[in-house]
């Protein structure tokens, strides 16, 4: 399929082939998914929506709920706010949510919708019953990606909904960044093990892989309650994890209800999960259970024990920012060589972190921001790599450079089962270490010379 893409590399500035992230909203809808029953709603026309709740569904395999403005002709030209106005009378009368999230698209954003004023005009005709909740965020897709959009659906849940009342409350958030369920719910575990009291929000576990019982609910156990997120204005601090999905929600719940911000980066491998324990430990003046240090160390042991398929291995790796990032200093602390590092999202910080973290390592290295995978595959074909990591679309490069592939981040639309294992933690490092060491002796397995093709490894 990917046959065609040439070596010879065409500087393009205003082009992107086979891009590496997605549009805002979608971002916004899976944050909204994870306050706890809330209806996610799409201001703009159907097409927005029903691409937005596809693409979640195909990578989360169930069912995504979200309502649309549905703009026609006549909301393009007059504006969005009647349609706006019922579409929240029905959304209440019908689906009866306790929070409504409302996030914008592309042509709402042009026309330039006031979404405030519409809400308070609609609380005021009585569209929006007494005791429920309206939040926004403005999600314009033609800048930012679908990490930004996560971002500022946070930002609108801390700017509506948190509350200092001067009480502090012994309990620490945690902005978990744009992950998998199975990640909120690792993070939670982890906290659980050093007994503390946290509030994480969003938070998609049990809400995208929650158990099939025989009886649908529209709102499912999981999510962080409003009550939980109003609280969390008087928390001890906040612990952000990834820049560009977190960073922004705990600076504005610092500058609202002057609630101390850590700001890490996601907790992938050994030292940024060391970096997040460490962050519980110091805020809640706890000691690190034994159990957690049992964890690690069966991590560095199976570090150590694969230490020779992994050391100097030439690794491509593209995904969302944070992720990115994270992953990449996992690879350093296996002695892998991520030799090429791309994201979609744009944002300066990408390349500033990722020279950081590896100029001296691997000088050679190739970094870009704002990128796309027809790019990527150009410098593979340049300099062949030993493994891929990237979510789904990597598929077709892997397939026709014949590199094992290890999928990772978002969005994964071939394979079912990533959102019930973790990649953050020690868990995740060695769920991500079993996916890698499987993909390279599988390929040395598959192509080695007969008196290389060995029983035990
Ligand atoms: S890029 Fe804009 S128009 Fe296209 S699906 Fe996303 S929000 Fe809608």
Redesign the pocket.
């Known amino acids: 399929m990917l046959n065609g893409t040439t070596a010879e590399i065409v500087e393009r500035k205003a082009l992107r082939i086979n891009p590496a992230k997605t549009?805002q909203?979608i971002g916004a809808m899976y944050a909204a998914l994870g306050i706890h029953g809330c209806m996610p709603h799409s201001h703009?026309s159907q097409g927005?929506c029903s691409?937005h709740r596809s693409h979640l569904t195909r990578h989360f395999k169930e069912p995504v709920m979200a309502t649309t403005s549905s703009f026609t002709e006549g909301a393009s030209v007059f504006g969005g706010m009647a349609n706006l106005t019922q579409a929240l009378r029905n959304i209440f009368t019908i689906y009866d949510p306790e929070i409504v999230a409302v996030h914008t698209?592309?042509?709402s954003e042009v026309i330039g919708d006031d979404i405030p004023t519409i809400v308070n005009k609609a609380r005021q005709d009585g569209s929006v019953p007494e005791g429920k909740v309206v939040i926004h965020a403005n999600t314009p897709?033609f800048i930012g990606s679908h990490v930004y959009g996560f971002s500022n659906m946070i930002m609108g849940m801390v700017n509506y909904l948190s509350e200092k009342t001067g009480t502090t409350l012994n309990q620490i958030n945690v902005i978990p960044g744009f992950v998998e369920p199975a990640d909120m719910r690792e993070i939670k575990r982890l906290a659980a093990a050093m007994a503390v009291n946290i509030v994480m929000f969003p938070d998609t576990s049990n809400v995208l892989d929650g158990p099939l019982t025989g009886q649908y609910k529209m709102y499912p156990e999981g999510g962080a309650t409003v009550a939980q997120i109003r609280s969390a204005g008087d928390s001890i601090a906040t612990i952000a994890l990834g820049h560009f999905a977190s960073h922004v929600g705990a600076s504005t719940l610092e500058q609202k209800c002057n609630v101390p911000a850590a700001f890490l980066e996601l907790p992938v491998g050994i030292g940024g999960t060391d970096r997040f324990i460490d962050a519980l430990r110091g805020y809640a003046g706890v000691e690190v259970p034994a159990a957690v240090e049992l964890e690690r160390g069966r991590l560095v042991d199976l570090m150590s024990d694969l230490h020779q398929y992994f050391h100097g291995k030439r690794v491509a790796v593209s995904g969302d920012p944070d992720q990115v990032i994270a992953l990449t200093q996992f690879l350093l602390e296996l002695e892998m060589k991520p030799v090429f590092a791309i994201t979609g999202s744009p944002g300066n910080q990408f390349e500033k972190r990722m020279h950081e973290l590896l100029d001296g390592p691997v000088p050679t290295a190739k970094i870009k921001a704002n990128a796309d995978l027809f790019e990527l595959h150009q410098w593979m074909k340049n300099e062949p790599v030993d493994l891929l990591i990237t979510n789904t679309y990597g598929k077709h490069i892997a397939r026709v450079e014949n590199v094992p592939f290890v999928r990772y981040g978002f969005p994964i639309l071939d394979r079912t089962s990533h959102r019930f294992f973790t990649t953050v933690g020690y868990a995740g490092a060695t769920n991500l270490i079993n996916q890698m060491i499987n993909a390279l002796l599988d390929k040395k397995d598959r192509e080695c010379e007969e008196e290389w093709f060995e029983l035990v490894q």
Request: glycine share 12%.
């Open positions: 549009c909203p703009g927005c691409y698209t592309c042509l897709s």
